[in-house]
């Protein structure tokens, strides 16, 4: 094989595999790195969901974007990918959630987001059996959705492998440089593969691979455990969201009946541990009924744990550095599978064209990382 590309990217996942699809539609010779299988990391451990309310403008714009891309993937790539918009609520059981909501609802509007703020008696008939104690509302979104991470990945790499590659099983261990530039990687099979431009989209380990390179980013790995249940009927559609401190997310998937769902453990703990807990089995039950009474006999089938990838703001990160050809592309904040396509497209306009339609400062790498995302 040709050992030179135009193109190396590290990382098997949405946000690797969307660059490479829309590099490789430029007519790229893309080479692509996973040191696992590919969904591995962050991407196969999601639990699908797309949304779009988000606090900030790019976050949301970001994210409209890739609902659209989202919407007519089947075509793009030629296979179904389960996509379906049965919306996102996020509840409100305070009166202080509810004035977020609010603010955030009008920023969301004005972007041309078909958001809205409901009451208790609407909730109550979009999830029958709801439980109403202290729900004072929400703020509900129909056309955000959830999709198979699985079928969006494996079309993806069909475009890179039509006139690249795909190393999976593969790990980088040196990025090579000369005068400040990057050259080549070298893998743990010793070989090296040559490339002026590479991009690091590895997901939980991006910090671990800009550090060959003695960069030293602000992108951190985080544990979250998730879960999905046997097969019941269905009888509500969207993603539900709880805020709470011992709240949780999950929503029933189109056309299985199974619930998904995690929530976010308070203290957070850090690392790629991807060990599971009786302690989070029992705990996503009783949150889950909580919300819904009538889930309570329900069965858990499997439960699994995976890393966020993040940053001190909440937000991604989609930048050049320093280094002339080495592009950061991570720090997702647990949002990669949903801003994957249109992050994937961004990046490649960056690469190419040096240029992008947005304003993408917010997502830059030496950013002072004051602004948080609210609804992360």
Request: proline share 5%; aromatic share 10%; charged share 20%.
């Amino acid at each position: 094989m040709d050992n030179t590309a135009d193109v190396i990217i590290i990382g098997g996942g949405i946000i690797g595999s969307a660059t490479g699809h829309y590099l490789a539609k430029k007519g790229l010779k893309v080479y692509l790195f996973e040191k696992d299988y590919l969904t591995a990391g962050s991407t196969g451990r999601c639990i699908c969901g797309i949304r779009q309310q988000f606090s900030t403008e790019l976050s949301i714009k970001v994210a409209m974007e890739s609902l659209k891309k989202f919407a007519f993937m089947h075509e793009e790539l030629e296979h179904d990918v389960e996509f379906h918009q049965g919306g996102y609520l996020f509840l409100s059981h305070s009166e202080e959630k509810t004035e977020t909501y609010k603010k955030l609802i009008v920023i969301q509007q004005k972007m041309g987001l078909d958001v809205s703020y409901i009451g208790v008696p609407e909730i109550e008939k979009l999830v029958p059996g709801i439980s109403t104690v202290d729900l004072l509302g929400g703020a509900y979104c129909p056309s955000d959705a959830q999709a198979n991470p699985f079928l969006v990945v494996h079309g993806y790499v069909k475009t890179i492998r039509k006139n690249g590659h795909v190393f999976d099983h593969t790990e980088i261990k040196a990025i090579n440089t000369d005068h400040g530039r990057v050259t080549s990687v070298t893998t743990d099979r010793n070989v090296i593969y040559y490339a002026p431009i590479i991009v690091n989209a590895a997901g939980p380990s991006v910090s671990d691979v800009a550090l060959m390179v003695n960069l030293d980013i602000p992108v951190y790995p985080e544990r979250h455990e998730a879960m999905i249940t046997e097969q019941i009927e269905r009888f509500f559609d969207m993603m539900i969201v709880d805020y709470r401190p011992d709240g949780c997310y999950f929503n029933q998937k189109w056309g299985k009946g199974s619930i998904i769902g995690c929530y976010t453990p308070i203290p957070v703990k850090p690392g790629k541990d991807t060990g599971t807990s009786f302690a989070f089995a029992k705990e996503m039950g009783r949150r889950m009924a909580r919300l819904i009474p009538k889930l309570k006999n329900i069965k858990i089938i499997r439960q699994w744990s995976g890393s966020y990838s993040m940053t001190p703001d909440g937000n991604p990160i989609v930048d050049c550095t320093d280094i002339e050809g080495f592009w950061i592309v991570g720090g997702m904040c647990g949002h990669g599978f949903m801003l994957g396509p249109e992050i994937g497209w961004i990046a490649a306009e960056h690469i190419i064209d040096q240029s992008c339609p947005y304003d993408m400062s917010t997502f830059a790498l030496n950013r002072d990382f004051s602004s948080k995302e609210v609804m992360k």
